[in-house]
DNA sequence: ATAAACCGGACTAATAGTGTACGGATTAAA
DNA sequence: TTTAATCCGTACACTATTAGTCCGGTTTAT
């Protein structure tokens, strides 16, 4: 089915929560309340994107998350790696694990999936996160649409 | 991950046998003894690919497959689609379930990853399977490379 | 009629993904 | 210095998807 996880999705929820209020700290805790998403899978991916360094992280009790940039400079590929790892079509795409393919002897196309790979990573290059925000009305804290 | 399923990649390495010896009917077992691509899987796959038409199926005791076009002709997309079903990035972004969405109260990104999507499939649609086929020795039946 | 070959669906086991919980580390403030 | 808020990391149970197989049915050349 060629589809990301949820994990992805929520972080797109995420992410406009922290845009809408670009340079503040916001908590898991309140960017839960926000979204509806429950609160353990906000951290998770909050985790996730501070680890690629898409949203910093301030720790202690004035702490909480933003972004470090603005959507325009996140790529989707950037935050798809972030939440599901390497972008590869495959397993046998990624160089990693070659060893064991029993159909090596006469697979005839090792490696050709490299080149959907980079067809399909390019495209997603080209997009970054602010395509994926909609143009909606920016959402307060603990307003209501 | 983005990654589809082993069974596009079996796709692949069975059509390459097919493409080499293009207008002759081979059949399922034949198949998987020059794959090593165990028999009932080779069936499935075949059965995948002759429903969107890619191979042709003929039935009796002088059965077997064969390719009803050459491989510039059948995209990536078609071959994607055909054993993984349709592309989407997200289960909400295909446009057939909407309503199980719990968050879409705040969801500001209902469909936006359709863009994604059409990005990804357009960067598919662009290949073809002759792109994915080695520029390999053509390999006769039974004989080995 | 028989046997070769595909058709369609259903079934089981393995794998991956989802969501949660827990103990630990860090830091502002009392 | 103690406390509480907050992030960190790992591990775990539950669920869904995928992989691979099997079986009974249909078609067709001999």
Redesign the pocket.
């Known amino acids: 089915?060629i589809?990301l996880?949820?994990?992805s999705d929520?972080a797109i929820v995420v992410l406009s929560c922290l845009a809408a209020e670009r340079g503040q700290?916001?908590?898991?805790?309140m960017l839960a309340q926000q979204t509806g998403i429950?609160?353990?899978?906000v951290?998770?991916v909050?985790?996730l994107l501070?680890?690629k360094e898409i949203v910093n992280?301030?720790?202690?009790?004035?702490?909480?998350?933003s972004m470090t940039r603005i959507p325009d400079q996140v790529t989707v590929t950037e935050l798809i790696e972030a939440l599901?790892g390497p972008i590869s079509i495959t397993?046998c795409a990624d160089s990693e694990i070659e060893s064991d393919c029993h159909i090596a002897q006469l697979c005839p196309m090792r490696g050709n999936w490299n080149k959907v790979n980079s067809a399909v990573k390019s495209a997603l290059d080209g997009m970054n996160l602010s395509d994926l925000l909609l143009p909606v009305s920016p959402q307060r804290k603990g307003g209501r649409a």
Chains 1, 2 share one sequence.
């Open positions: 089915m589809k996880s949820k994990l929520y700290l916001q908590t898991a805790v429950p609160e353990p899978t951290a998770k909050l985790k501070s680890k992280s301030v720790r202690g009790v004035k702490g909480g998350y599901e397993s």
